[in-house]
């Protein structure tokens, strides 16, 4: 181990190029309210024919609006090796039919499924770490575990070829952006992987506080995480390495910011360091958001304090909405929860999720009941925030606890490895995919405060509204198995032009100011001024 030297495989360059540039007149036309549209063709239109002679044109791409700011955007969230194969020549060591080992995911195969991503209309990916991990595999857990989610550095100056090459990364990067995506790289400054070079080879003695030597400390900083060798970044030495290795390699690709692990394990003087670094380095634009485990408003607030992140994950958010729409709790608590929500420090964001890599999916949580996930799923999308979706739950990817809330995409029956033949649930994606773009085109769900408007037995109303932008939408949610009405005065932002429940389609009568309308079992209502 150790002997690896950094490389620069590959040769990859952007596949791709466009006939309408971000922000031109034709793409604003028709990216109206954040709908999709198809490059060159208006999504009706058929592409037009190059002339004879002429080289082929590019095909048609799909394109999202650009969120404004992060605030508007939607997350999606991938592990590279999981996601999609577009390089059999990089799977050394794959295994599919083992849960540890790689399963020959990587970035040109996610390059190549970015209309999937387009199509669904998430604005923003963020992808697992794509440095070299270490050669080999640990067995801590009972079976051989390997790095294939790109946590366990071995390397942080190469890219792994299991995953491509930074040339790849670059044309990712290039290819998101021309669908109108942003991406976010994982980065890890808090650990190496086990036995990685850095606690064999010369250089680096004395960098790391490793179970080995008997160094690891007792306090968040200083402890080996999961055994993990800990680096002493309050060295300047080390920190100018693992500052230099990642901020580097994002100016050279374009990325447009870091997803920063395990964040409460290094200093706020080091995070904060960061931020001056990277704001001299690659701009005041440049996103961070961060993991602290347990995370919420409150517990999050000192790294915001500082400014070194602009959001970090809730993970609050996941275990109160599964207990609320499995009947669990009262309905006016979980209505405070979602507005105590609001006390982030203004200026930086939650990102709520349902899923993610560490915790168990929560369609597997609620016993794969997708009524009750489209609940979650609804909440989610019309909470304060930066949503977050884990790669294949919006096909109903099955998920389960760890490693299993790490199984392949499913693509059903395209020939698409390593998830090629898993059933997807279509419909369930044409729900996300709605719910998205009714997220996008309401700026009172991204932006707006939250005011409960009933929160009687299973029964959830309340009111979004942004105030700059006179947007309203009232949400209603019935977890219980009996219908309900929901009742409330129409949000003055409303006027007196008629309303329509944006999530079923239908338009909702109202007499005067007054809106009753029926909430079936295990259902919802999004309801907005009709603009259609
Ligand atoms: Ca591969
Ligand atoms: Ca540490």
Redesign the pocket.
Known sequence: MGTVTSRRPGEEVSLRSLSLEPGSPQIAALALAGLLVLTGCGGTAPPQSAPAGAPAAAPPIVRVQPHERWEDAVLYFVIVDRFADGDKGNNNGVDRSAKGTFHGGDLRGLRQQLDELADLGITALWITPVVENIPGFVTGAGFPDWGYHGYWADDFYAVDRRFGSEEELKALVDDAHARGIEVLLDVVY??AGYDSRYTTDPPYKGWLRTEGLGTCGQDD???C?SGLP??K?ELPEVRDYLLKAHIDRAKRTGLDGFRLD?VK??SHEFWQEHRRRVNAELGEDFFLIGEVWGGDAQSLDPWFAGDEMDAGFDFSFQGSVLAWVQGRGRTVAFDRYLKSREKVRPGYLLSPYLSSHDVPGALFQLGGDRELFRLAAILELTAQGLPMIYYGEEVGRPGGDWPDNRSDMPWGDREIQPGAGKPRDEALRTDYKKLIAIRRAHKALSRGTHTGLSSDGDLLVFLRRDEAGGDAVVVAVNRGTQPATASFEAPADWGDVPVKDEWSGEDVPRSGGRIEVAVPPHGARILARKTT
Request: proline share 0%; glycine share 0%.
């Open positions: 808090n650990h900083l200083t402890s995480v800990d680096f970044t395990t394990h290094v």
